[in-house]
């Protein structure tokens, strides 16, 4: 709601001006005259100092709704140590850019100065911050656990030097420009990459296709095969190539 600076009413003002003068004539006069304007104040008065308090609130609701939707934008995870070396492990075993299962003892074998309650608990803190997803087991509460696209998008370029946000910014600009580039098989040999660095930028831009327009053909190496895009898509697909955000 938008907030109006109080006008002054001139002749209300004027009018008042006179009464307080005639009101100077003596000083019992002039002190009640005083005290009638701090319990009394002009209508203009009244609607500065209200002007004054909705402006107050609503710098500070404004500076608060920025601060939330910071944290919504751009949402910040604090890692311990332990979990941002066994994300940076993975990420560095890791040879198909897919969620390939780790075998917990595997993890073990590669920690073997870190207590095995550690390591848990440093893979639940990732599974916690939607980095992995985990399986367990009788006796075992973590058998295996699989990285995620988010893994790619947030560490895969400290890690690797892959940087999955911008490959998928780069696909999605080819995707809305070249047709015959929606086979994966042809973007794959346009732009060389390995299916290590490929895969993590295709499944970055899995949500923008809803079932049916995203292949589901089993295959070997590549996380897709080929995209069907639709006018949503190429809206969806141009926000991200316009931002840069595919998370």
């Known amino acids: ?9 001139e002749g209300r003002a004027a009018f008042r001006r006179v009464l307080e003068a005639l009101s100077q004539a003596t000083p019992v006069t002039a002190a ?20 004054q308090r909705e402006l ?22 604090v890692l311990n140590a332990m979990a941002l070396e066994v994300a940076f492990y993975t990420l560095r075993t890791n040879e198909t850019g897919r969620g390939d299962s780790v075998i ?40 295996a656990y699989r990285p995620t696209a988010n893994l790619f998008l947030a560490f895969d370029l400290a890690a690797t030097g892959h940087d999955t946000r911008a490959d998928a910014t780069e696909i999605a600009r080819i995707w809305l420009a070249e ?3 929606r ?7 346009r732009l060389g990459w390995s299916v290590r660095r490929l895969n993590p930028a295709l499944c970055a831009l899995r949500p923008v296709f809803p079932e049916g327009r995203w292949s589901r053909e089993v295959h070997p190496t590549l996380a897709t095969t080929s995209v069907l ?4 898509e190429r809206f969806k ?7 840069g955000r595919v998370d």
């Not at 938008?2 to 009413?9: D, K, Q, S, V």
């Not at 609130?57 to 995870?77: G, K, S």
């Not at 895009?229 to 949503?232: E, G, K, L, Q, R």
């Not at 697909?237 to 931002?243: A, C, E, F, N, Y």
């Open 183 to 189: 086979s994966v098989h042809r973007l794959k040999e």
């Open 1 to 9: 709601m938008p907030i109006a600076y109080p006008e002054r009413n």
């Open 237 to 243: 697909l141009r926000q991200i190539v316009t931002s």
């Open 104 to 143: 917990f003892g595997t993890l073990q074998a590669a920690f073997t100065s870190v207590e095995k309650a550690l390591l848990e608990e440093a893979v639940a803190e990732l599974a916690h911050h939607g980095y992995v997803t985990t399986s367990s087991a009788m006796g075992h509460p973590i058998r």
């Open 56 to 77: 107050a609130t609503t710098v500070n609701d404004h500076a608060d709704r920025l601060v939330r939707l910071e944290a919504l934008m751009a949402p910040r995870a």
């Open 179 to 181: 047709d015959e580039m």
């Open 32 to 51: 009640l005259a005083h005290l009638y304007g701090y319990t009394h104040p002009s209508q203009f008065e009244q609607d500065l100092e209200k002007f």
């Open 229 to 232: 895009i639709t006018p949503d």
